[in-house]
T-cell receptor, first 111, second 112 residues
Framework: DAGITQSPRHKVTETGTPVTLRCHQT?????MYWYRQDPGHGLRLIHY???????DKGEVSDGYSVSRSKTEDFLLTLESATSSQTSVYFC??????????FGPGTRLTVL | SQKIEQNSEALNIQEGKTATLTCNYT??????LQWYRQDPGRGPVFLLL?????KEKRKERLKVTFDTTLKQSLFHITASQPADSATYLC???????????FGSGTRLSIRP
């Protein structure tokens, strides 16, 4: 998985609780992305980063925030989890903003 | 509105035949298009990138075409094998937003 890890790999939480997912890379790539994947919707971009402390919103950013304080780490926070945020979350990295390399995914269930 | 569509949700073909997957888009002018493979429970894996000035690209048994007039890319797997069974995603560059947009994928099954 191109030097990308995601943690946790599985999480079950309750509605209203905050949740943080972590993406860690060892490739020193400039770009990092968070996607969610749901049946019938494919991969949808939540937020992305183009450098340390530089982030921007994707198409489904409501209810999510991100932080990137180091090149290697990109955190996704669900401020108050809702059942609609039950999904599989993928982190991806890219050196040039073109080809992306994906992590193994985190399966999140919000009850 | 902008759309990227992979026409078949699922495709079943016999081993040894050529599998052809289609990706169509509307209201985008991508500088390039990519294809990824995704196995169950895993993240997508990059396969090929084709730029707008390239008509065709090959990698081993894989071939991709890109027709900017038809706004379509075709992805071919020749001499298909059961190990090629997976979901294949196309993705294009949305130059207006500097982002990659993914299609919802085609699930390919190769039967022995």
């Amino acid at each position: 998985d191109a030097g990308i890890t995601q943690s946790p790999r599985h999480k079950v939480t309750e509605t209203g609780t905050p949740v943080t997912l972590r993406c860690h890379q060892t490739e020193n790539h400039r770009y990092m992305y968070w996607y969610r994947q749901d049946p019938g919707h494919g991969l949808r971009l939540i937020h992305y980063s183009y450098g340390v402390k530089d982030t921007d919103k994707g198409e489904v950013s409501d209810g999510y925030s991100v932080s990137r304080s180091k090149t290697e780490d990109f955190l996704l926070t669900l401020e108050s989890a809702t059942s609609s945020q039950t999904s599989v979350y993928f982190c991806a990295i890219s050196a040039d903003g073109d080809t992306q390399y994906f992590g193994p995914g985190t399966r999140l269930t919000v009850l | 509105s902008q759309k990227i569509e992979q026409n078949s949700e699922a495709l079943n073909i016999q081993e040894g035949k050529t599998a052809t997957l289609t990706c169509n888009y509307t209201n985008y002018s991508p500088a390039y298009l990519q294809w990824y493979r995704q196995d169950p429970g895993r993240g997508p894996v990059f396969l090929l990138l084709i730029r707008e000035n390239e008509k065709e690209k090959r990698k081993e048994r894989l071939k991709v075409t890109f027709d900017t007039t038809l706004k379509q890319s075709l992805f071919h797997i020749t001499a298909s094998q059961p190990a090629d069974s997976a979901t294949y995603l196309c993705a294009l560059e949305d130059s207006s937003a500097s982002k990659i947009i993914f299609g919802s994928g085609t699930r390919l099954s190769i039967r022995p």
